[in-house]
């Protein structure tokens, strides 16, 4: 019989009490879909949008909640303040000429019930992405900007979905707006 290598045994050992430890933290791997606090949402996107596609994948991947048409018939109200990309010099070259972009997307939003609670206030999401430019590669910088916008515009997805899941009504604030 083949007795076990002193290493190969402090490698099972260590690995074991890592895996221990992991697990008795709460460790777990991020899912694809986060569960959300309400039942139905609106969006106010274009429904032909990308960006709406994305969202409403995402939100019925959850499980826990459906994208409804119109507001009146949703228990929240995705409401899109404002959305702007923007492309910036980084650095220039010695012939004063561009070599690295910042490419940015700034998207805001609030999320609200249709008596006027408050979901998420008002906030900000800023996504960017630095890129090397050089004029003897056009074409395929012009496909690594289209790739870094669509990898942008899936970030924010996240951003987005991660704090639908965190959302949840404001003590109060839909009895507030009933009183009034």
Not at 77 to 92: A, E
Not at 96 to 107: D, V
Not at 143 to 156: G, H, Y
């Amino acid at each position: 019989m083949q007795r076990a290598s002193p290493a190969r045994l402090l490698f099972v050992v260590v690995l074991t009490t890592l895996t221990t430890l992991l697990s008795a933290c709460g460790f777990q791997l991020r899912g694809s879909s986060m569960p959300l606090k309400m039942s139905t949402i609106a969006l106010s996107l274009s429904p032909q949008s990308e960006l709406y596609g994305l969202l409403r994948q995402k939100i019925d991947a959850s499980g826990t909640t459906r994208v409804v048409a119109e507001a009146k018939n949703a228990e929240a109200v995705f409401t899109v303040l404002g959305d702007s990309n923007g492309k910036s010099i980084q650095s220039l070259s010695a012939a004063g000429r561009a070599r690295e972009y910042q490419l940015t997307r700034t998207f805001s939003f609030k999320v609200e019930s249709p008596t006027g609670g408050v979901y998420i206030a008002p906030s900000i999401i800023t996504v960017q992405r630095s890129m090397n430019f050089s004029d003897d590669q056009v074409l395929a910088k012009e496909a690594e900007e289209t790739l870094l916008a669509r990898d942008m515009q899936d970030d924010l997805v996240r951003q987005i979905m991660r704090r639908l899941g965190a959302a949840k009504l404001k003590p109060g604030s839909d009895t507030e707006a009933a009183e009034k």
